[in-house]
């Protein structure tokens, strides 16, 4: 079974935080860890993005810089990676900024809600859960999506986690501590493969100073 080389992408406090603990969405990062997003957005063939996410930002991450921009439109791919929403709500608002950006949206349900309702306005394209992550991603490979970006939410990320299915964890580590319950992998999140806790589980692969006091950290799951 053919499935997706997944990158998980967040910028993280000290502690491990993503946003403050009122849940006040504060960018963490700074201009270099922009670009380092921009950079993976470009490999990226689509985007994952938990419902969650989605309503608390009303939008979701585009390329800006222009040579990577280029650099897409030359190896005749679209200009933005493709969006994958995995959520059964389907009423989101449709004038939130998400509906408007230059991108194609795609929907992941459950089976029983994707199966009952035709694809909402402003998708082009539905997908329903499998009974694990591995077939669910592949039903992504085979409609060309064999690169994706994992962009939260915390859920989303931790239900993956358990399915042992992130390939690999790029993380820019910012100089601050807030607190609070917004992790990047919810703190009863039980059951996790054992395997990713051993010594041996990632291997790094990047550690770069990236300006403002903040780390690049990239590790690959370490699957031999």
Known sequence: ??????????????????????????????????????????WA?????????LRAHRNTCLIHDTELLKKRLA????????AVVVSNQRNFCSNWPFFSQPIQRWLMSQDEVSMKYSIPSGYER????????????SQLTQAGLKRLLLLGGA??????????????????????IIGG???WVPVKLENLPKLLSKNDAWILKQNE?????EVLLRYFRNRS
């Open 1 to 42: 079974m053919n499935i997706p080389w997944v990158r998980l992408v967040l910028a993280i406090s000290l502690d491990g935080r993503l946003a403050l603990p009122q849940g006040e969405i504060t960018p963490l990062g700074g201009k270099r860890d922009r670009y380092f997003l921009e950079k993976s957005l470009a």
């Open 181 to 183: 319950a917004y992790t």
């Open 155 to 176: 859920h989303l990320v931790g239900s993956i986690l358990q399915a042992d299915q992130v390939d690999e964890l790029q993380f820019t580590l910012t100089p601050k």
């Open 209 to 213: 100073m990236i300006g403002d006091n």
């Open 126 to 137: 539905q997908f329903s859960m499998q009974e694990n992550w591995k077939a669910t991603l």
């Open 75 to 82: 190896e005749g791919r679209s200009q933005q990676p493709i």
């Open 45 to 53: 063939d689509g985007t994952l993005i938990g419902g969650g996410t």
